[in-house]
């Protein structure tokens, strides 16, 4: 079954929602705007209800069929939080804000749910109900979890749930996803190092912390290497190294932080401990001071078999066999999604965005040739997982 000939109709404006959140990018749980838009939107859509302050800032709408013999109720969820960075595509609807920047793509999976919200309104062919849901603050604020804290898998009754993000270098029209682990999990940490300063002609009388600190460095990267499983997916990223004022001066603190990344919650259990015994064992060994601070962030996206056998064959109906990989190698970035699907099953699916820039970089932008396929992914799986009586 190919593009949906509303979807298609419907082009033109969704891509005008999408460039004006393009152009007013909001942060973190502050999508005042947007979410007022998407309200707004939806109610005039006629949705049968239209519930906003969910997650503080996410909004919920309910899409009843033209029947319920069915009982099913299904979850769609799109983002639409932007990055506090900056900008630098010059195109006519560029961030207006500065040091804030729509760099992956949720202002893309807004419009193209809004779209799939006001098909499935308007045809209603479908025996069930579809939850419709507008989530902040994805990057880093754990809206997701703010969401299902709130009640949202119980107060609107939902089942299964599902949620898509655009892929750069993914043709456009094409979907990918796999069952089981397909976003890691993000976790970070901090170490702070206390050793003892002293002038930089007198090493010897000092505890250097810097040294400490490279000592610690190549220590972790020992972790992944020589006590992980190679068939196994792991990431210790050191990225801030933090140290001294002078060139004269032996600093007494040092600072280093970093990331986790794991697709298996045992080897993520043991890359914390081992930090922990790193940490201490490179304290006595330069008689130092070493304080770990490990944080765990979202936990691994976990796609459950059945639901993301689902979804394949429902983008194979939209776009063809040939543009659907069901057995995608697994993603090192995380996804807040992921608290959906430990709460419901559900699955992630990733959909074509085309040779455009990466994700996060200052000059990529959603590419709206994608909204046709997006818009039909989201109605026929709706159609298709509660058809009509």
Known sequence: MPIVNRAAGLKEEITAWRRDFHANPEILY??????????????????????????????VAVIKGRTNTSGRV???RADMDALPMTETTDLPYASMVKGRAHACG???HTAVLLGAAKYLVETRNFDGTAIIIFQPAEEGGAGGLAM???????RFGVQEVYGMHNMPGLPVGHFMLRPGPLLAAADTFAIDIEGYGAHASRPHVSIDPVAVGCQLHAALQTIVARNIDPLKNAVVSVTMFQAGEATNVIPQTAKLQGTVRTLDKKVRDLIEKRMGEICAGVAATHNAKIQLTY????????????QAAFAAAVAREVSGEAAVDDDMVPVMGAEDFSYMLEARPGAFIFMG??????????????????????VSFWARLVETAMPAA
């Open 148 to 154: 299902v804290q709130d009640g949202l898998m119980d």
């Open 30 to 59: 502050e999508v005042h705007r947007t979410a007022g838009i998407v309200e707004e939107k939806l109610r005039a859509f006629g949705c049968d209800e239209v519930v906003p302050g969910i997650g503080r800032t996410g909004v």
């Open 295 to 306: 944080k765990r962030g979202y936990p691994v996206t976990e796609n459950h078999e059945r």
């Open 106 to 108: 949720h202002d893309g």
């Open 74 to 76: 299904i979850g769609l």
């Open 353 to 374: 965005n085309g040779a455009t820039a990466g994700l996060h970089h200052p000059a990529y932008d959603f590419n709206d040739e994608a909204i046709p396929a997006g």
